[in-house]
């Protein structure tokens, strides 16, 4: 049987790839098996056309997420879930793209591709990461925004 954390982190990546499909309309599913398997390290993807999304996604649903030491400790849950998402994303030849939320919180996206430009973001340059939080709604309106600009 699997654990109450699985079940809520699966369900989670259920929500975000119905979020990503509906928004974007693209067809995303959970990748199976998930972290097995070397060279396919994300959350979620696109297996209809893996080369044109241009993201490793990362998802995390916790109890709990403090932001208030990003400047002060260097193992905070967000600094680790990106570096997790970061390493995942060199192995995938993408950019790192974490999508998270804390108990009844907002879902939030950190990234570092900053082409995209949302309205409001905190940014967080921290013990050697660089990189933007945003609502996951900002990101992607942004993320369409450019997609409608540039054609990327």
């Known amino acids: 049987m699997a654990s109450a954390s699985k ?24 990748m199976p098996l998930s972290g097995a398997i070397s060279y396919l390290k994300s959350d979620i993807w696109l297996p209809s056309d893996t080369a044109a999304w241009p993201f490793s996604v990362e998802c995390k649903n916790y109890a709990e997420l403090d932001h208030n030491n990003f400047l002060t400790a260097k193992s905070t849950d967000i600094l680790s879930f990106w570096e997790q998402v970061s390493k995942d994303a060199i ?32 940014e967080v340059n921290s013990f050697g990461h660089h990189f933007r939080i945003a609502l996951l709604t900002d990101w992607l309106d942004a ?10």
Not at 7 to 30: C, M, P, T, W, Y
Not at 98 to 106: E, P
């Open 91 to 122: 192995t995938m030849k993408k950019k790192p793209l974490l999508i998270y939320r804390w108990n009844r919180s907002k879902d939030f996206a950190a990234y570092n591709d900053f082409t995209i430009e949302c309205k409001s973001y905190l």
């Open 7 to 30: 079940l809520k982190g699966s369900a989670f990546e259920a929500k975000v790839v119905k979020i990503l499909s509906e928004s974007l309309g693209l067809d995303f599913k959970r």
């Open 143 to 152: 993320y369409k925004k450019k997609l409608q600009t540039t054609g990327k």
